[in-house]
Every structure is written in structure tokens, then in C-alpha cells.
């Protein structure tokens, strides 16, 4: 199942409803608004505070998404927020996917990425090359 990254922007209609079905299954925390149009209460609001999307397209569909934001306390930095796959695709490596062209793309960017993490319990993020460190995971691109 080959993902390809995309930044989210100006979805199509089919991304909308991609989108809608994807933050249905999110976290209930993570809801803005009234829940009756999850993806673009989300997308409105994780944008008016500066995030870009980041979403994993299979077969024409957006599957898995996340946010990043920059990291204002490093240059060229991304910190990395709200992975988010659906239900029916999980346990397939959809998110790893994603992790992985994520990780290409701060490669190429030469960019650092970092994930919250006070209780280092997010350990599978070694395997793409982040170390923990003061609550914190980071990866130098």
C-alpha cells in the first residue's frame, strides 16, 4: 500500500469526504465545532494556529494525515501533532507511510522534525531515526 505525501491546501470535493471520514475516527479532543463537519472544523482550526497538513494519498484517497507546525524555538524545524488514520486502515503501516515520506521530506528540506513525548512511550520513532530527549523526540534531516 504505497502512500504518497501531499500538503492538504485546497481539497477537492472527494478530499473533503476522504477528510470527513478520517477525523470521524480521530479523537474526540481533537473535535472543534459542532462535530457535524469534522475535517474542516479541524483543517480551520489547526490552520489559524499554523499548522500545514500533511496527508498520505492511496489509489486517488486520502488516508492518513498529520499536522506539523514549525518549531519556533529551532531553525528549520517541525514539530509533528495529530497523526490521524482511519479506523478501517489501521494496523496496515498506514501511518509508518506517512512517517517515512515525512522523514524524506525533511531529508530534502534539511529540516529537523519533533514529537512531544514526555513519557517516551512513542519508541517505534527510533526506527526512523529520532532520539529522545527532555520529553521530546527529535530527527536532524
Known amino acids: 500500500m504505497p502512500v504518497h ?3 492538504i491546501e485546497s481539497p477537492s470535493e472527494q478530499d473533503w469526504i476522504d477528510l470527513n471520514k478520517l477525523y470521524k475516527d480521530a479523537p474526540v479532543h481533537w473535535v472543534v465545532g459542532n462535530g457535524e463537519h ?3 472544523d479541524y483543517l480551520a482550526h489547526k490552520q489559524q494556529q499554523g499548522f500545514k497538513i500533511a496527508a498520505g494519498r492511496f489509489n486517488d484517497r486520502l488516508i492518513v494525515t498529520a499536522a506539523l507546525k514549525v518549531n519556533s524555538e529551532k531553525v528549520n524545524a517541525y514539530f509533528i501533532e495529530d497523526l490521524c488514520v482511519r ?4 494496523e496496515r503501516g498506514v501511518a509508518k ?3 517515512v515520506r515525512l ?3 525533511s531529508d530534502e528540506q534539511k529540516s529537523s522534525l519533533w514529537v512531544e513525548d514526555e513519557g517516551a512511550k512513542l519508541r517505534v520513532l527510533m526506527e526512523f531515526g529520532f532520539v529522545h530527549d527532555h520529553g521530546k523526540w527529535y530527527r536532524q534531516g
Not at 87 to 90: D, I
Open 87 to 90: 479506523a478501517l486502515t489501521r
Open 38 to 40: 469534522p475535517a474542516q
Open 97 to 99: 507511510q506517512l512517517m
Open 5 to 7: 505525501l501531499e500538503w
Open 103 to 105: 522523514c524524506q521530506w
